[in-house]
């Protein structure tokens, strides 16, 4: 699996990991991203159960996984957090993020942990996480009815979830490289799982404001400089939710 660094400086770091090599072919693939902030760590997205052991062993090589303080469920799909009681297995102490709406759900996974719930309200919220300011970004209905990205304001990136997911082979770049090229992977994905035009133009009025220099899906590449403006633009002119 692939583990590449976003983003570093003295006190924090942005690891995305991706591309399992590992992983079969019917189960779709996944970025995680690890946000190290002075020797602690907040996982994003931690991912399906189907690719636990890959992450697990990935994320072992990078830091210590003890270190883990924080998890954000962004939503409630199983390739997002069915390997959420794993986690918390080795990490019992931590923090997992969550909007209201799906806390009661995510606890059919197993109630030992709903301790270690902190549900979102649907303005989001701001997180201070080892003196370091991130928020919690507001995307309902992109896709799910209860939804949350994940920014950091002073590397300005956003972890945008399903928004910008595209489908790509194993040996694609992490990093899409030409826009247009790139439109193929993602068109249908954003047409058929999100359901809202008026959500999704509200989202991307909002990261508009953020104005982030990454944006870090939770499949496929991240659209970094110019491309997360022309995604911007893309996705501004996509109808979505379009019923056969
Ligand atoms: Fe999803
Ligand atoms: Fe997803």
């Known amino acids: 699996m692939l583990s590449k660094i976003l ?5 924090c770091k942005w690891i995305m990991l991706a591309r399992d090599p590992q992983k079969k072919t019917n189960v779709i693939d996944t970025n995680e991203y690890a946000i ?3 020797q602690e760590a907040i996982l994003l997205d931690p991912g399906g159960i189907e690719i636990f052991p890959m992450v697990l062993t990935s994320i072992s090589e990078i830091l210590d996984v003890k270190s883990i303080k924080a998890y954000l469920c962004s939503h409630q799909d199983p390739d997002v957090m069915s ?3 794993l986690w918390l297995g080795l990490t019992p102490n931590a923090k997992v993020y969550m909007s209201w709406l799906w806390a009661g759900f995510i606890a059919h996974f197993g109630g030992e942990y709903v301790k270690n719930f902190v549900t979102l309200p649907d ?4 997180l201070d996480f080892n003196q370091r300011k991130f928020e919690f970004v507001p995307a309902h209905y992109c896709h799910s009815s209860g939804n949350f990205h994940f920014f950091d304001p002073e590397a300005k990136i956003l972890f945008s979830g399903d928004m910008g997911a595209a489908l790509v082979p194993l040996d694609y770049p992490t990093v899409v490289e030409d826009f247009k090229e790139h439109i193929k ?4 994905f954003h047409q058929r ?3 809202s035009n008026t959500a999704k133009n509200k989202w991307v009025q909002r990261v508009r404001k953020l104005n982030p220099s990454l944006l ?3 499949h496929g590449s ?3 400089g110019e491309n997360v403006q022309l995604f911007l633009d893309w996705l501004e002119d996509l109808e979505v939710g379009k019923a056969k």
């Open 222 to 224: 991240v659209f970094a």
């Open 83 to 85: 390997s959420l009681q």
């Open 123 to 126: 303005e989001g919220l701001a």
């Open 185 to 188: 992977y993602m068109e249908k």
């Open 216 to 218: 870090c899906p939770q």
């Open 36 to 38: 190290i902030v002075n």
């Open 193 to 195: 799982w999100m359901p």
């Open 7 to 11: 983003y570093e400086n003295e006190n």
